[in-house]
């Protein structure tokens, strides 16, 4: 496999977040909305997400839980920290991180809220790895599957797409980087460890 540069996802794949969990369920009893609201909530979040991912700060959403979805929320709190605070780490793939870091340059390529890498990093979650790229959603206006954020995300490695290996665990993240003739892993995030051990046979 001729490759010269990596991209990792971060959410789903060098993280532990909510992808395949059930940790939006145990968010929503967290802010005590009634079970009859979950469903509304859900199709509506799925959509304000992506405002969230392009720059919009997620705790403005805050009141509209309180007064739509009648969650029960003091005023201190965050929604990007409790979110944050439920991620966890994918040890396995701290290794395989680090020794593809020695052979190839390596970046993320990430939908973050903001401040929400950054916060990523406080808690110590991320490999501890010298990323030579990060593209940040939220600090650059577009996000994944936008095929914008990927021609960005090409032009800063400085490499042929041919020549980029990206790591994702969402399909239709990966289509438009199939599209401009990336190599792709589909990480699956219901099971980390068969994915953590398919990546690191894949990358020696």
């Given at each position: 496999?001729?490759m010269?540069?990596?991209?990792?996802?971060?959410?789903?794949?060098?993280?532990?977040?909510?992808?395949?969990?059930?940790?939006?369920?145990?968010?929503l009893?967290k802010?005590?909305?009634?079970?009859?609201?979950?469903l509304?909530?859900?199709?509506?979040?799925?959509?304000?997400?992506?405002?969230?991912?392009?720059?919009?700060?997620s705790?403005?959403?805050?009141?509209?839980?309180k007064?739509?979805?009648?969650?029960?929320?003091?005023?201190?709190?965050?929604?990007?920290?409790?979110?944050?605070?439920?991620?966890?780490?994918?040890?396995?793939?701290?290794?395989?991180?680090?020794?593809?870091?020695?052979k190839?340059?390596?970046?993320l390529?990430?939908n973050m809220?903001?401040?929400?890498?950054?916060?990523?990093?406080?808690?110590?979650?991320l490999?501890?790895?010298?990323?030579?790229?990060?593209v940040?959603s939220?600090?650059?206006?577009?996000?994944k599957?936008?095929?914008?954020?990927?021609?960005?995300?090409?032009?800063?490695?400085?490499?042929?797409?041919?020549?980029?290996?990206?790591?994702?665990?969402?399909e239709?993240?990966?289509k438009?980087?199939?599209?401009?003739?990336?190599?792709?892993f589909?990480?699956?995030?219901?099971?980390?460890?068969?994915?953590?051990?398919?990546?690191?046979?894949?990358?020696?």
């Amino acid at each position: 496999m001729l490759m010269k540069f990596i991209y990792f996802d971060v959410g789903g794949v060098l993280i532990k977040d909510f992808s395949k969990s059930n940790k939006w369920v145990e968010l929503l009893k967290k802010m005590g909305i009634a079970k009859r609201k979950w469903l509304e909530l859900g199709r509506e979040y799925d959509k304000v997400e992506m405002e969230f991912c392009t720059g919009r700060v997620s705790d403005e959403y805050i009141e509209r839980l309180k007064n739509k979805y009648e969650a029960k929320l003091s005023d201190e709190f965050s929604l990007l920290k409790i979110m944050v605070e439920m991620f966890e780490r994918n040890e396995g793939i701290w290794k395989i991180a680090k020794e593809a870091s020695k052979k190839y340059k390596v970046g993320l390529l990430t939908n973050m809220y903001p401040g929400m890498l950054e916060m990523i990093k406080e808690r110590d979650l991320l490999p501890p790895v010298d990323w030579d790229i990060e593209v940040d959603s939220s600090l650059v206006g577009l996000a994944k599957p936008q095929k914008e954020i990927y021609e960005l995300a090409e032009k800063r490695a400085g490499v042929k797409g041919e020549e980029i290996l990206f790591i994702d665990n969402t399909e239709k993240n990966l289509k438009e980087a199939k599209a401009r003739g990336w190599k792709t892993f589909h990480f699956n995030s219901g099971d980390y460890e068969e994915s953590n051990r398919e990546l690191r046979a894949i990358l020696g």
